[in-house]
């Protein structure tokens, strides 16, 4: 039996996010890691008519091509004739070309250890928060849910935030983590690109927990790998940019009333 055949992707070629205008949603954890690596980029989020290039990729009568299927939903990343979807495997994929996760000679299973915790983040930081706004059906809008998002949002911040932020201390002062203040093996990582980007998502979306979880001191290393992720040259320069697109009725989303604090 031959061996099955590789995507043509040159890494000379630029990379394609395929992302809806209008919102940073999960398309951002993808522009993280390319500002990070100084990756040559186009983002239909900032082109003319660019939501157009992601309609045509859900659209039912999308079939994919010959070597790629069609992909669900976006964010979606096309490289060369390689056309891959879904934010845990696009980043899988830009963090062993960008070099955000170990050397494989270093740490031969070290971006499986850098995915688990993106795929941690995600979960908890990502996805339960969007939860929270909607916990019933996302084909409702927030209004038809208003009393079951309040009851959400009261156990997440009470529950499943100490949760994870205690968890991701809890690595960071692990000897896995290494020196400094990144995640795992010493070095920043893909991963802590995407804590990041969730950390300052659920700062919006709960701005009083948050607060309320910094003045206390129990996650102090996590709110330190926030700010230096922060004060990468790179990064400082993307979130001060235009690029940067604001929250609004994303993933993440400010309603007063979810905003407690127990």
Same mark, same amino acid.
């Given at each position: 039996?031959? @061996? !099955?055949?590789?995507?043509?992707?040159?890494?000379?070629?630029?990379?394609? *996010?395929?992302?809806? #205008? $209008?919102?940073?949603?999960?398309?951002?954890?993808?522009?993280?890691?390319?500002?990070?690596?100084?990756?040559?980029?186009?983002?239909?989020?900032?082109?003319?008519?660019?939501?157009?290039?992601?309609?045509?990729?859900?659209?039912?009568?999308?079939?994919?091509?010959?070597? %790629?299927? !069609?992909?669900?939903? #976006?964010?979606?990343?096309?490289?060369?004739?390689?056309?891959?979807?879904?934010?845990? %495997?696009? *980043?899988?994929?830009?963090?062993?070309?960008?070099?955000?996760?170990?050397? #494989? @000679?270093? &740490?031969?299973?070290?971006?499986?250890? +850098? %995915?688990?915790?993106?795929?941690?983040?995600?979960?908890?930081?990502?996805?339960?928060?969007?939860?929270?706004?909607?916990?019933?059906?996302?084909?409702?809008?927030?209004?038809? =849910?208003?009393? @079951?998002?309040?009851?959400?949002?009261?156990?997440?911040?009470?529950?499943?935030?100490?949760?994870?932020?205690?968890?991701?201390?809890?690595?960071?002062? $692990?000897?896995?983590?290494?020196?400094? !203040?990144?995640?795992?093996? $010493?070095?920043?990582?893909?991963?802590?690109? +995407?804590?990041f980007q969730c950390l300052d998502g +659920?700062?919006?979306?709960?701005?009083?927990?948050?607060?309320?979880? =910094?003045?206390?001191?129990?996650? &102090?290393?996590?709110?330190?790998?926030? /700010?230096? +992720?922060?004060?990468?040259?790179?990064?400082? /320069?993307?979130?001060?940019? &235009?690029?940067?697109?604001?929250?609004?009725?994303?993933?993440?989303?400010?309603? #007063? /009333?979810?905003?407690?604090?127990?």
């Amino acid at each position: 039996m031959s @061996e !099955p055949k590789r995507q043509k992707s040159s890494k000379d070629v630029p990379y394609e *996010l395929i992302y809806w #205008p $209008g919102i940073p949603g999960r398309g951002e954890h993808v522009r993280l890691v390319l500002e990070e690596a100084g990756a040559t980029y186009t983002d239909t989020a900032h082109i003319e008519n660019g939501v157009k290039s992601v309609t045509a990729q859900i659209d039912d009568k999308n079939v994919g091509d010959n070597e %790629n299927p !069609p992909p669900l939903a #976006p964010p979606i990343l096309r490289h060369g004739d390689l056309t891959i979807s879904q934010t845990p %495997n696009i *980043l899988l994929y830009l963090g062993a070309r960008l070099n955000l996760v170990p050397d #494989p @000679e270093d &740490d031969a299973d070290g971006l499986y250890k +850098v %995915n688990q915790l993106a795929l941690t983040a995600l979960d908890g930081l990502s996805n339960e928060p969007h939860d929270c706004h909607h916990p019933v059906a996302t084909g409702l809008y927030y209004e038809d =849910q208003k009393d @079951e998002s309040l009851r959400k949002s009261k156990d997440y911040v009470k529950n499943r935030l100490p949760k994870f932020l205690g968890y991701f201390e809890r690595v960071i002062t $692990g000897k896995a983590s290494g020196d400094g !203040p990144w995640l795992h093996g $010493g070095n920043l990582s893909y991963a802590d690109l +995407v804590l990041f980007q969730c950390l300052d998502g +659920v700062k919006f979306a709960f701005p009083k927990a948050m607060e309320s979880a =910094q003045n206390s001191g129990k996650y &102090d290393n996590v709110f330190r790998l926030y /700010e230096a +992720v922060k004060d990468r040259p790179r990064i400082k /320069e993307y979130l001060n940019s &235009d690029r940067r697109q604001k929250y609004s009725l994303g993933i993440y989303r400010y309603y #007063p /009333e979810l905003d407690v604090i127990e």
